[in-house]
Nanobody, 126 residues
Framework: QVQLVESGGGLVQPGGSLQLSCAAS????????IGWFRQAPGKEREGVSC????????YYADPVKGRFTISRDHAKNTVYLQMNSLKPEDTAVYYC???????????????????WGQGTQVTVSS
């Protein structure tokens, strides 16, 4: 059974950093693509970053390029999203999701990912 559990959200001041974790179970990261999405109040869910299963290729949405980094630890079966230079507009619920095809379209769409975590709140405010 595929399961994803996010952690690491919280309240941070503008310019600060957070690292989100997505602990996966029921599959190995080599076989699935993992995506990070976010949804702010009143807005649609949007793709933030993805990492493919086989070769680890990555995708970043334009608003986060140069500030966010996606990575994975096979031993822990966990994917991370390091978020630096955070801005108030980064405030949202962040979700990780898994795509059993192992690849992701560019840009990624929520409908491409079949399994989702429960989400973790990130609030950037002074």
């Amino acid at each position: 059974q595929v399961q994803l559990v996010e952690s690491g959200g919280g309240l941070v001041q503008p310019g600060g950093s957070l690292q989100l974790s997505c602990a996966a179970s029921g599959f190995t990261l080599d076989d699935y693509a993992i995506g990070w999405f976010r949804q702010a109040p009143g807005k649609e869910r949007e793709g933030v970053s993805c990492i493919s299963g086989s070769d680890g290729s990555t995708y970043y949405a334009d608003p986060v390029k140069g500030r966010f980094t996606i990575s994975r630890d096979h031993a822990k079966n966990t994917v991370y999203l390091q978020m630096n230079s955070l801005k108030p507009e980064d405030t949202a619920v962040y979700y990780c999701a898994a795509d059993e095809s192992g690849t992701y379209p560019s840009p990624p769409w929520p409908s491409d990912f079949g399994s989702w975590g429960q989400g973790t709140q990130v609030t950037v405010s002074s």
